[in-house]
Structures are given as structure tokens and as C-alpha cells.
């Protein structure tokens, strides 16, 4: 009623710097974004080379190798995170401060200009975080593949071949290995009864923790089954989980109860359903 | 990108690639060692061990192989 409202909030020159300020925001994403793409496609390769050319069998200097990649993207992460914090949100902070009341329609205009602004570059920081998230996923599965199923048969017929070979160290009569033993066992001699420690190869003892990854491979069709059906099938996983436990029980038979707590477990955290 | 900024990404992938491969592994190289079968013997008169006679303890002199008290294992039980 005194013309208040009336008096119009006029500032074509902050309306000009928003859009710089939104544009400059969106290029520099772009090109951290094709920094990002481009390091992880040239770095695949070169994962899967380390990988093959590793002969570490825990794969270390690959392992390295993968720090420095996720390292570096980090970097990057955190170069956008800071002109994020440096550039747009300060920005956004003054802008906010120098325009009339939010309720008053004088500025209406200014305040859903800059709210559209917050938004889109905010927006554009999340899809650049997914891609840093998908980047570091890609890197993480580029590796060669060992083919466990190989090295198990390898291992097996080694058994065979030495198992029958031991006597005893202390009246030299001959011993049979009864099963294949992952780690050190006391094996009694059928002569004089003493107590003989059977320390398997490394290889063997390799083996065991193996067994898991092994059994994963078996199954990974079941697994896959799982993961493409849509929406998610809890008893897909259920079957994939039990096959593979299965598996993993056939190669290591001592380890069944221990095993089975933990396919308990693996279960109840599956059916827990995360927010 | 230019061609300046895909070398640059190159030559890191291989500064990287060499740094990881040429580093010594912590406790050295993996020694692969054949599968053995080994004995203790009584280091007072040289008797053998026998389950039996029970594992920590020999049977002829009485030396104590090991104090601990053994408990259920993957192969070795507590009556051991």
C-alpha cells in the first residue's frame, strides 16, 4: 500500500555473473571429467599388464600400482570438492546476502535465478562424482585372470604323486599322507606310533586361502544370474551363496562348520535391507 | 584433450607402472619351500613323541614339550 512491493529489485550485472560463474564451474568439471576418462582408459591396460607381468603371488605390485591410480583420482576429487567450497558456495553465500527478503516478491526473480544456479552446479558435481566412483570401480575389477581351477588340479595331482613318498623320521618306516593337508599336521607313524609333522608345500598352504576365490569362480554363473535379474531375486543369491559354499567345503572339508557359520551370517546380512 | 596432456597421462601410467613393479616387496620375494615331514624328539633322552603318551609331555623322562594347555583344533584335540 505504500508502493513497497512495487520497487522492483534490479541487478542485470549479478545476473551476468551467475552465468559466468555457472559456465566457468561447468567447463572446469569437463575437464576434470576428461582428465578422469582419460586416465582410466589409458590405465587399464597398463593395470592388466602389471597384473600378468606380477610374478608376487599376492599380486603386490599390482596392488601398488592401483593405490597410486585411486590416489591420483582422489586428487582429483578433491580439486573439485575445494572449488566447490572456494568458488560456487561463497559465491552463492554473497549473492544470496545482497538481494531483498525472500518473501518479498522484489527479488523473486534473483532468488529462483540463483536457487536454478545452486542446483545445476550441484548437479553437476554429483554426476562428476559418480563418474569418479564408477572410474575407481573400472580400476578396481582390471585385472588379468588366474585361472584357480588350473592351479587346484596342478596341486592335486602333485598330492598324488607325494603322498606316499614320506617315512618317518624316526624309525624310517613308510607313511601315507591320508588326505590333502593345507597346513601343518601331526601325522602318526603306523610302526613305531611316533608323533611326525607333515608341513605341506607352500604352494598347498597358498591354496587354502585360495579356496574361497576358487569356489567363487566355480559359481560365478550363478552369481551373474543373480545380479541380472530385475528387480533383484534374494532367492537367486541364496542358491549362488550355498553352491559356492559348497564348493568351497569340497576343497577345504576341515573348515565345513567354520564355513557354515559364516554362510549363516552372509545370509542374515544379505536379507537386512540397508537405507 | 590435447596431445600434450595424453603424454603427460602416459608417461605417468609409466613412471607408475615401473615404481610398481621395480619396489622390493615387504619381507622379500615369496620362498616356496616342498612339502617335509619333520620330527621332535625329546631334547633329554631323545625319545619320540607318541599320541598316547599325550603331546606335551615325554612319556620317558617327563620334559614338558610345550606348557601350554592344547585345546580343540582343526587336528589336534585337548585330550592330546
Same mark, same amino acid.
Not at chain 1, 173 to 200: D, E, H, R, V, W
Not at chain 1, 203 to 211: D, G, K, R, V, Y
Given at each position: 500500500m505504500f508502493g513497497f512491493f512495487k520497487n522492483k529489485y534490479d541487478n542485470p550485472a549479478l545476473l551476468e555473473e551467475i552465468r559466468q560463474t555457472e559456465e566457468k564451474w561447468f567447463v572446469f568439471m569437463d575437464k576434470l571429467e576428461t582428465r578422469l576418462d582419460e586416465l582410466c582408459a589409458a590405465a587399464i591396460p597398463e593395470l592388466i599388464a602389471v597384473f600378468n607381468q606380477d610374478t608376487d603371488p599376492y599380486k603386490r605390485a599390482h596392488s601398488r600400482m592401483l593405490t597410486g591410480l585411486i590416489g591420483q583420482i582422489s586428487q582429483m576429487q578433491q580439486k573439485g570438492m575445494e572449488a566447490k567450497e572456494t568458488h560456487i558456495i561463497p559465491f552463492m553465500q554473497a549473492s544470496g546476502s545482497l538481494l531483498p527478503d525472500l518473501m518479498s516478491s522484489a527479488g523473486r526473480k534473483y532468488h529462483d535465478r540463483l536457487y536454478r544456479f545452486q542446483m545445476a552446479c550441484f548437479d553437476r558435481h554429483h554426476q562428476f562424482e559418480d563418474k569418479v566412483n564408477e572410474g575407481i570401480a573400472a580400476l578396481r575389477s582390471a585385472k588379468g585372470n588366474t585361472d584357480l581351477e588350473a592351479v587346484y588340479q596342478r596341486q592335486l595331482r602333485e598330492f598324488e604323486r607325494i603322498k606316499d613318498s614320506?617315512?618317518?623320521?624316526?624309525?624310517?618306516?613308510?607313511?601315507?599322507?591320508?588326505?590333502?593337508?593345507?597346513?601343518?599336521?601331526?601325522?602318526?607313524?603306523?610302526?613305531?606310533?611316533?608323533?611326525?609333522?607333515?608341513?605341506?608345500?607352500?604352494?598347498?598352504?597358498?591354496?587354502?586361502?585360495?579356496?574361497?576365490?576358487?569356489?567363487?569362480?566355480?559359481?560365478?554363473?550363478?552369481?551373474? +544370474?543373480?545380479?541380472?535379474?530385475?528387480?533383484?531375486?534374494?532367492?537367486?543369491?541364496?542358491?549362488?551363496?550355498?553352491?559356492?559354499? +559348497?564348493?568351497?567345503?569340497?576343497?577345504?572339508? +576341515?573348515?565345513?562348520?567354520?564355513?557354515?557359520?559364516?554362510?549363516?551370517?552372509?545370509?542374515?546380512?544379505?536379507?537386512?535391507?540397508?537405507? | 584433450m590435447s596431445n600434450a596432456e595424453k603424454k603427460n597421462t602416459q608417461s605417468y601410467l609409466e613412471r607408475l607402472k615401473q615404481q610398481a613393479l621395480s619396489q622390493e616387496n615387504y619381507g622379500g620375494a615369496v620362498k616356496y619351500d616342498q612339502a617335509n615331514m619333520q620330527v621332535y624328539d625329546c631334547p633329554e633322552c631323545a625319545a619320540a613323541r607318541a599320541p598316547a603318551d599325550g603331546l606335551t609331555v615325554c612319556a620317558y623322562c617327563g620334559f614338558k614339550f610345550m606348557t601350554v594347555e592344547l585345546s580343540d583344533g582343526i587336528h589336534i584335540k585337548k585330550e592330546n
Open positions: 614320506f617315512n618317518c623320521k624316526q624309525c624310517g618306516g613308510k607313511m601315507s599322507i591320508p588326505k590333502m593337508f593345507f597346513i601343518a599336521t601331526y601325522i602318526q607313524c603306523p610302526f613305531c606310533q611316533s608323533q611326525n609333522t607333515y608341513t605341506p608345500s607352500t604352494e598347498i598352504q597358498m591354496l587354502f586361502h585360495q579356496a574361497r576365490s576358487l569356489a567363487e569362480q566355480r559359481t560365478a554363473h550363478l552369481l551373474q +544370474d543373480y545380479e541380472n535379474s530385475r528387480p533383484k531375486n534374494p532367492a537367486l543369491y541364496q542358491q549362488y551363496l550355498r553352491a559356492m559354499f +559348497d564348493e568351497w567345503n569340497k576343497i577345504t572339508p +576341515d573348515m565345513v562348520a567354520e564355513n557354515e557359520r559364516f554362510y549363516q551370517r552372509l545370509l542374515k546380512d544379505h536379507s537386512i535391507n540397508h537405507y | -
